[in-house]
Structure formats: structure tokens, C-alpha cells
């Protein structure tokens, strides 16, 4: 089964692009053949002349990022994108959600639907459809939302998971907060699920754990296709064995959103070194996961710096003690090993019902993948992918920074201009806040 | 990719740009070495057969032509640029002069020329924008003491909203310094800054003096070299050096500093980079109601070592200089001012940790409004200036405009006071003696708005939306 990834603008053509070399090369340096086919199929077309093609879509309303996307990609040597993949406008959403959604969206519905309409009929069987995208700009978090309202018309049966950038809390771009108030709101209700990188979690491992000085954009959406890819390489799970799995975004979607309210799921990945650490260090099973399971508890997106002192509560334990010592509940987590005895580690830890909401049933909360080729060059890897209450706080923080300066009504003027009003805005604000609280609740 | 159409008016707008097309000339020359006409070329300039003036439909340059009108009611100035250099850039038809200028007196060129040279300047602005497949931006340059430029130039720019509404409006201003020698300045300058508070989308105040304190901050740091900190010549940026004219005029190297502002403003789209910047982003970002859209910029470094290894601290001296007062482009201090938002466009040899590493340095050190307290817009282009690795530009939208525009206004008062000179505007078809009141009051009324944002600075966080649960 394959599946479809849509790239919008700046961000999400970059990561897209990222994600496909690094899954290409993982795929061929793994040497195993059902493994490379695998992959393939889901992420890779042959065309006419027996190049591999990703099956991707390109939307961006300004041309430079698709043009440099492309000819990476063609650089490569092993893959390209489709000859008439991409669909791009003169000039980008300059930043506004709702020139991105109300204007530019609705002008080129056609254009993009046909696109993916016609990259979904290439695929023999249709897993479901990934959208890149960041949440602060125009392009990206406007159109990608419009987009996926239109996909999900298109493909009511499909699975529609996206991928969102959040950006830099210290700011980048000045009205962010807004722009992901309004997508994050929308995408609520029309995607599957969220899958969420942070631009300072992730540059916090460029830092702390790649040893990186310089740190580039491209060595943040390394990282970033790095846990991608991770979860979205072929595994087998408890259904599939002894086979990889097949429909990759439905058994990940079953294994983590079991209720509609519920939809923002985080990663982290364990280890995370520099090539030329990576060369001088033995890990195990055990080892990994303690440190994992740590993380998830004191909900730590890295393995620099977990606090210890953090521990799952005894059941019946005061809500508010629970609070204070920021342990970190779950819904549900799923888990994927990857590399030497994959399949035999120990992964009780994860089991325990105390980390888990108590109205879920137990067996459904959490799973396990695994698959014996090491990934990405690491040896032996592991990646949790974990919906909980990781995210409630930088959620927090973008409601609070854009409720300030909604209460103020700077910037508005530029979103009514394009139809979006005040109340839409509370809207999306109620919306959200609801989120808050129910994630809070847990 | 989109288009800018500059438009020049009068003789400061005029030799402002025409170092912007030199230096503009040089820049996509050393990036475009291939002489093929790419989309950068072609956001300022048209590439046409020279033997019809049509579109050359080659891929190679055949004839470049600016995408300009330019407007001066003098000829002096335009008939230097007829026999000039540059004179193959432009076509006869975007040269629009009359013989005897504005008198330095806003009214004759807002309403007196305004209306006589209203539709032949429609008419070739319409043609300009016809050869773009997408318009985005009118770059407006003119000063605001004279006649010609304030005047005829802010007529030009009402001009270009009821033509034009769907494309940007950018005003690059240069205001007079205090000493300046015209005297009706004040007025000229305040009459204009009505219509650029109305009809702008975003202006970026120069102000003569502090182009002359950079300038002669340049000439010292070059003679004063340390034999350590040798200054590569031909890359300052008030140096025209390997452009087309051979000659320095009074203004040039002052100029040359606006037209690197232009060449930085529009760099990040017109060339890739990792986090791009389009020009219908500096409103977006900058300009969080419609009338606080005074951007005050900084260039930074204004001069390149020779030794080209960049250590982390010079590049953080970069970010440092961006906020501090010598190195604004108008007279005035953001860093003792309050912020309302702020861009940090930078160009080649930077990354994000470079970045998020000096705006974390840098932030408690500066004041911002409580409700954009993280009012930052980034952007990362790679290509740099010519003969520099790496740039900043800062443009900030901050209340220290203010304090700026109040020494403008008292300027004023003390000529209306007395009501000096008042006869030579009155006296002009058009000009209504509401005209005055209406224009300073438009400009304090500026200054309150400003000044407000002191007030709330200290209000809480507004109670955040209940929600039944
Ligand atoms: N991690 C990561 N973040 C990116 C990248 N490119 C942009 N961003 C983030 O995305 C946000 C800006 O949105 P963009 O994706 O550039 O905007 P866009 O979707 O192209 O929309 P417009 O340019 O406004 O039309 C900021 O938070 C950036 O930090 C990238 O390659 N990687
Ligand atoms: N920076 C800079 N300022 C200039 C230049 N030329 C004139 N000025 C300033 O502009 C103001 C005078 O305006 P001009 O542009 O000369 O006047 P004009 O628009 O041609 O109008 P008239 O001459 O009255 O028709 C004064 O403050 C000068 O100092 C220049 O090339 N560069
Ligand atoms: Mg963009
Ligand atoms: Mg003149």
C-alpha cells in the first residue's frame, strides 16, 4: 500500500524533501530486499524509464523553495519528484493564513485536487494521504488546511494524517500564534491526527545531542525526517507478523487515536548522536528503553537532561501532586524498535496501566513495531510516538501569545481583509481552549 | 516569481535611484555570471530586443531596461541621466520632466504639476506594470524637504492606491536634517506625511543626517585601518565601486547607503534562500495598524574586513550594531523605545543558531509592547552583498519614530506660527488653508498613537475565554 505526501509551502517542501532522501537512502543502505521493496512501494513510484518517483505532490504559491526542492532531488542521482508534481504561483501568502485559505486555496482547488487525484491513482492501493506543512506562515498553514478540507471530501474513506512545524516560541514570524490558532483549530476536525515537531525541541537536539555549532535548517529537518521516517519505514506489527505491515498511517492512526477529541501526537527518538559518535557507542535494549520510558513519563523530548526524579504515580494518588511533580499522562503510545533482536526487547515498562488514562482499556493503550534492520545508519534505534499531554504546554503558550494579541487587535485588519473576522477568531479560540482542557483533564 | 516598478520623483528620488540601478546592476551581475536573464533579473528589470523595444523572447540579456518611471520637474537632474551611464536602462518614455522644478514648495508639485502631468504618469506607470506577469510592489522614492519630490511624489502615490490597489506601496522618505537648507522644508515634509500616513503601506524614514554620520564613520574606520583590521575596499557600502559610474557626486556615497536598503529589503525574494522573505510579508509582519507603518532600518556591517573567516563574535557584533543608534537610518534610538515588532533579514553566511542565539541575547536588553512580546520575523537569504559573507538588515517598527517626527513638527510650528511663507502655498490652485491644520494635526495625532502604546505597557494578560466543561 502507498501513500501520497502532499509538501506545502516553505516548510513543508523542505521536510518533505528531506524525509524522501532520507528514506530513500535508508531503504537502499538497509541491503534487505523485502524491506527496500517495501518502502518503496509505499513511498515510491517507477516510471517509464525505471526511475524511482516519490509519490509526492508540491504546492507552493511562490516558485523558489519548489524549484530547489526539485533539482535536490534530481541531484541525488536515485529519485525525483514527478515531472508535473508541482504546483506553484508567482507570489507566496506573505505570511496570512487567510489569504492562504480563503484566497489562494479556493483558486486552485482544481489544480491541486487533479494532482493528488492523479498521484492517488497510481498508487495499486491507497494507504491514506501525509501532509507537510508549518503552522506559522501563509502558505502552508492557509492553503495546507483548505487542502485538507478538500482531501477529505475527496477521500472520506482515507486516512489523512499532517504534519505540523511549530515554530520557534521566541518568534519568527510576527502574527505565528495567530496563523496556528486558525490552522491548528480547523485541522482539528478534518485530520486524523497531528503529528507535531517544535522548532526548539528539535533544535535543542541539533545542539545538544548532534553537537552540531552551526546549525542549519536542513540539519533541523535532517532530524526531523530522521523520527519521520523512523515511524514510517516498513515495521512489523502484532497484526502483520511475521510481514511488514502493510497500510503503514492506519495501524499507526488505530494504535494512537482511539477518541476524536484527542489527535495531537509527539515523537521522540532515542539515540541521537553525530555520525562520529554514533561509530564508538554499544547500546542495548534495556538500556534504551529505560532512558525512553523516561522521557515519556517526565515528558523529556530528549535524553539530555530527563529529570529522574519524575515517576508514575500510585494510583489513587492526589491529581494535583501529579501536577507539580509534571509527569506526563498518555492516551496511548506506540512504540517502534528498530535493528538487532528488535522483536525480543523487553517492553513492559510500557505496559504499566498506572501511565494511562484509567477510562481506556487497557489493551488497546499501547503497541509495539519492530523491525531487524537497523534504521538510518543507527544500530539499534527506538522511537515512541506518544499522544499525551507532551504538547499541552507550547499549545498553552500559542493560545495565550495570540489571545494578548487578539484582546489587543493588532494585526486583525490583515486577516478581515480576506473575510476572516472576529468571530471566527473566537471561534477558534473556543475551539482550542477545549482542547486545552480536555488534554489538561487527563 | 513577482516584480517591483520603481518609481523616482524629483532630484533626490532621482539620484537615489539611480544608485540603486547601478548597484542593482552589480549585484545580479555577480550572481548571474552566465548573463542568462533569469526570474531574479527580472523582478527589477525587462529584457528587451534594444533594436524594437519589445520583449527579446531570448534567454541570454539582450537590452536590459528598468522596470522605473522616473519623474523630476527639473530637467537637470534626468538630463544628467540621459547622457549618463546608465541612459540604456531606461527608454525615453519613463523619463518624465518639465524645466523649471517645484520651488521647493509642496503645492506646486502636489497640486500644480500634480494635475498638469497626472495622466502621463499613469500612463507610463501602466505601461511599467504591464510588463510584469505579477506586480507586486511600487517602490516610491523621493525626499520629503523639496518640492518636487514631497509634493508630486506623494500625488503619485495616492496615484498608484486608486490605480493600482491590489499592488504594495513601499515609500523610501529622506527626510531633512535639522540644518537643512531649504527652508520650507518643515512644511514641505509635514504636508507629505499626511498622504503617507494615509495612502502608504509601509515608509521607511532616511534621514540626511545619519547617512552623513555614516558616511563619515566609514571614511574614519577606512583611515584609521589597524594593520590587523584591513578594510577591503571595494565593498563598503557606501562605495560604488564596480558599478557603472565612474564619478562620485555630492550624495553619492549617502545614496549608495539607501540603495543597499532597497538591494536588502528585496533580496530575500529575489534570491533563495533557507527561510524566505517576500515583499507582501514587511506589511504582514511589521505593521500591526494600518497607520504605524514607519519602519526605521539598519544595515549592518557597514564595512568588510579584508580577512574573510567570520568568528562567532564578529558575527554577533552584527546583530549588536543592528540595534544601536550609530547605525540607524534615522536619527533616533530603538533601543531606548519600545518595539512593536522587528524583522531581521539576513543575507549568506548565517544560520538559525546564529540567529536564535543573538535574539535570545539580545531580547532583554530591548522593550517590547506587551502584546508582541516575541514580535520577531526572521528570514535567511544566501546570497550575500557583493564583497561581503554576510549581512543584516534590521527594520523596526518602533515608537522611537515618534520622537522623531515630534522635532519635525515643532519645526513646523515655529514657521506656522508665524505663518512665514504661508502666501506661496496659498496662492496655489488646489491648496486650501485647511490644508495646513488638517496635516499637522494628522501628524500629532500620529505621534499620540505612538506615545499610547507607553501607556499599556504594563497592563496584565487579558483573562483567557471560559469554556463550558
Ligand atoms: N523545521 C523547519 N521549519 C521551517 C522550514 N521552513 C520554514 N519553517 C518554519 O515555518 C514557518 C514559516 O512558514 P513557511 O513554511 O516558511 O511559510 P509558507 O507556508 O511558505 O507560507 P508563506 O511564505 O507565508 O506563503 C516558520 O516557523 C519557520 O521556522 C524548514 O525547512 N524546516
Ligand atoms: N540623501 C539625499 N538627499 C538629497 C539628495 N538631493 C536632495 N536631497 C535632499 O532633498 C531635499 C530637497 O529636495 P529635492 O529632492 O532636491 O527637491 P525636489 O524634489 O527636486 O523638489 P524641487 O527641487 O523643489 O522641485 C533636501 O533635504 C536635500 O538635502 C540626494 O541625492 N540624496
Ligand atoms: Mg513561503
Ligand atoms: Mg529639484
Redesign the interface.
Known amino acids: 500500500m502507498s501513500v501520497v505526501t502532499v509538501q506545502l509551502g516553505?516548510c513543508g517542501n523542505?521536510i518533505g524533501q528531506e524525509m524522501f532522501s532520507t528514506i530513500h537512502d535508508d531503504s537502499v543502505g538497509a541491503g534487505q530486499k523485502m524491506y527496500k521493496e517495501c518502502s518503496e512501494e509505499r513511498f515510491f513510484r517507477v516510471n517509464a524509464a525505471g526511475a524511482l518517483v516519490a509519490r509526492a505532490v508540491l504546492v507552493d504559491m511562490?516558485?523558489?523553495?519548489i524549484s530547489?526542492a526539485i533539482a535536490k532531488a534530481s541531484k541525488s542521482g536515485h529519485w525525483t519528484y514527478g515531472d508535473k508534481a508541482h504546483f506553484c504561483q508567482?507570489?507566496?501568502s506573505?505570511?496570512?493564513w487567510a489569504n492562504g485559505y480563503c484566497v489562494h486555496g479556493p483558486r486552485h482547488r482544481d489544480a491541486v485536487e487533479d494532482l493528488v487525484r492523479r498521484e492517488a491513482e497510481r498508487c495499486d492501493r491507497l494507504a491514506g494521504i501525509f501532509a507537510i506543512m508549518s503552522v506559522a506562515g501563509?502558505t502552508g498553514s492557509g492553503v495546507g488546511t483548505y487542502v485538507t478540507q478538500c482531501l477529505r471530501d475527496m477521500y472520506p474513506q482515507s486516512f489523512i494524517l499532517n504534519h505540523l512545524t511549530w515554530p520557534?516560541?521566541?518568534?519568527?514570524?510576527?502574527?505565528q500564534n495567530y496563523n496556528s490558532v486558525l490552522t491548528l483549530s480547523r485541522l482539528y476536525h478534518l485530520s486524523d491526527a497531528l503529528v507535531v515537531h517544535e522548532n526548539d525541541t528539535v533544535?535543542k537536539i541539533?545542539?545538544q545531542l548532534m553537537n552540531?555549532?552551526?546549525?542549519?535548517?536542513?540539519d533541523?529537518n535532517r532530524v526531523i525526517a530522521h523520527q519521520l521516517g523512523s515511524i514510517l519505514q516498513p515495521a512489523v506489527t502484532t497484526d502483520s507478523a511475521p510481514h511488514y505491515c502493510r497500510n503503514a498511517l492506519g495501524d499507526l492512526l488505530s494504535s494512537l487515536v482511539c477518541h476524536p477529541e484527542y489527535k495531537l501526537l509527539s515523537l521522540c527518538s532515542i539515540p541521537q548522536m553525530s555520525q562520529t559518535s554514533l561509530a564508538y557507542s554499544a547500546y542495548t535494549w534495556p538500556g534504551l528503553l529505560k532512558h525512553l520510558r523516561q522521557m515519556l513519563i517526565a515528558n523529556a523530548r530528549m535524553e539530555e537532561g530527563i529529570d529522574w526524579k519524575v515517576c508514575v504515580p500510585l494510583s489513587g494518588e492526589e491529581s494535583t501532586a501529579n501536577r507539580q511533580m509534571c509527569f506526563n499522562r498518555s492516551l496511548s503510545n506506540l512504540l517502534i524498535l528498530r535493528g538487532k533482536d528488535a522483536s525480543s526487547a523487553d517492553t513492559g515498562g510500557f505496559k504499566d496501566a498506572s501511565l494511562y488514562v484509567p477510562w481506556l482499556p487497557p489493551g488497546g493503550t499501547f503497541n509495539t513495531w519492530n523491525s531487524p534492520v537497523p534504521f538510518n545508519g543507527y544500530e539499534k534505534s527506538a522511537t515512541l510516538v506518544s499522544n499525551s499531554q507532551s504538547l499541552l504546554k507550547p499549545l498553552d503558550n500559542i493560545?495565550?501569545?495570540a489571545?494578548?494579541?487578539?484582546?489587543?487587535r493588532?494585526?486583525i485588519?490583515?486577516y478581515t481583509k480576506f473575510g476572516i473576522s472576529e468571530e471566527n477568531f473566537?471561534d477558534s479560540?473556543?475551539m482550542l481552549?477545549?482542547i486545552i482542557?480536555s488534554y489538561t483533564?487527563l | 516569481?513577482?516584480q517591483s516598478v520603481v518609481v523616482q520623483v524629483g532630484q533626490c528620488g532621482n539620484q537615489v535611484g539611480c544608485r540603486f540601478w547601478d548597484l542593482a546592476l552589480r549585484e545580479h551581475a555577480h550572481v548571474n555570471k552566465k548573463g542568462i536573464y533569469d526570474?531574479a533579473l527580472g523582478s527589477f528589470f525587462r529584457n528587451v530586443d534594444p533594436r524594437c523595444e519589445e520583449g527579446s523572447g531570448t534567454p541570454r540579456i539582450a537590452g536590459l531596461r528598468a522596470r522605473a518611471v522616473l519623474v523630476d520637474m527639473e530637467e537637470g537632474v534626468l538630463n544628467e541621466v540621459r547622457q549618463g551611464p546608465l541612459r540604456q536602462l531606461f527608454s525615453t518614455t519613463q523619463l518624465i520632466s518639465d524645466v523649471s522644478g517645484s520651488g521647493n514648495n509642496w503645492a506646486v508639485g502636489h497640486h500644480t504639476y500634480g494635475s498638469m502631468y497626472r495622466e502621463q504618469i499613469v500612463d507610463q506607470i501602466r505601461r511599467a506594470a504591464e510588463h510584469c506577469?505579477?506586480l507586486?510592489t511600487f517602490f516610491l522614492i523621493h525626499s520629503m524637504g523639496g518640492g518636487t519630490g514631497s509634493g508630486l511624489g506623494t500625488c503619485v502615490l495616492k496615484l498608484l492606491e486608486e490605480e493600482f490597489p491590489e499592488v504594495c506601496r513601499l515609500v523610501t522618505a529622506v527626510y531633512p536634517s535639522s540644518e537643512d537648507d531649504v527652508i520650507t522644508s518643515p512644511y514641505n515634509s509635514v504636508l507629505a506625511m499626511r498622504e503617507l500616513t494615509e495612502h502608504a503601506h509601509c515608509v521607511f524614514p532616511i534621514e540626511n543626517q545619519s547617512l552623513v554620520d555614516i558616511v563619515s564613520q566609514i571614511q574614519h574606520m577606512a583611515h584609521t585601518g589597524k594593520p590587523s583590521a584591513v578594510i577591503k575596499k571595494d565593498c563598503t557600502i557606501i562605495s560604488g565601486q564596480g558599478g557603472m559610474s565612474k564619478t562620485q557626486k555630492p550624495f553619492d556615497s549617502m545614496n549608495n547607503i539607501v540603495a543597499n536598503l532597497l538591494l536588502n529589503i528585496t533580496s530575500s525574494a529575489r534570491f533563495?534562500g533557507?527561510?524566505?522573505m517576500?515583499l507582501?510579508?514587511i506589511?504582514?509582519?511589521?505593521v500591526?495598524?494600518?497607520r504605524l507603518h514607519y519602519l526605521v532600518s539598519s544595515l549592518t556591517p557597514l564595512y568588510t574586513l579584508a580577512d574573510v573567516n567570520v568568528p562567532t563574535r564578529r558575527l554577533d557584533q552584527m546583530f549588536t550594531d543592528a540595534f544601536s543608534k550609530e547605525f540607524q537610518l534615522m536619527k533616533a534610538d530603538p533601543r531606548h523605545s519600545l518595539y512593536l515588532?522587528c524583522a531581521l533579514m539576513l543575507r549568506g553566511n548565517v544560520?538559525?543558531?546564529?540567529l536564535?542565539r543573538n535574539?535570545?541575547r539580545l531580547?532583554p536588553t530591548l522593550s517590547f509592547?506587551?502584546?508582541?512580546?516575541?514580535?520577531?520575523?526572521?528570514s535567511?537569504c544566501s546570497v550575500p552583498p557583493v564583497g561581503h559573507t554576510h549581512s543584516l538588515l534590521a527594520l523596526a517598527n518602533n515608537t522611537c519614530v515618534a520622537s522623531a517626527f515630534t522635532k519635525l513638527r515643532d519645526r513646523f510650528i515655529k514657521l506656522y506660527r508665524k505663518k512665514a511663507h504661508l502666501h506661496h502655498y496659498m496662492c496655489v490652485e488646489g491648496m486650501e488653508t485647511a490644508d495646513f491644520s488638517e496635516a499637522l494635526h494628522s501628524l500629532s495625532a500620529l505621534i499620540d498613537e505612538y506615545s499610547q502604546l507607553h501607556t499599556?505597557t504594563h497592563t496584565h494578560?487579558?483573562p483567557?475565554?471560559?469554556?463550558a466543561?
Request: net charge neutral; proline share 4%; hydrophobic share 35%.
Open positions: 516553505q523542505q511562490e516558485p523558489k523553495v530547489r508567482k507570489q507566496g506573505g505570511n496570512n501563509g520557534y516560541a521566541t518568534g519568527e514570524v510576527i502574527v533544535h541539533c545542539s552540531i555549532k552551526n546549525i542549519s535548517i536542513s533541523i493560545v495565550r501569545k489571545w494578548n494579541m487578539f484582546a489587543s493588532a494585526y485588519h490583515q473566537l479560540f473556543a481552549e477545549q482542557s483533564h | 516569481m513577482t526570474e506577469d505579477c507586486q533563495e533557507s527561510l524566505n517576500d507582501n510579508e506589511a504582514m509582519n511589521l500591526p495598524f494600518p515588532s544560520q538559525v543558531s546564529d536564535r535574539i535570545e531580547r509592547v506587551p502584546w508582541n512580546a516575541e514580535g520577531w520575523k526572521v535567511l499599556h494578560q487579558a483567557r475565554l471560559n469554556i466543561t
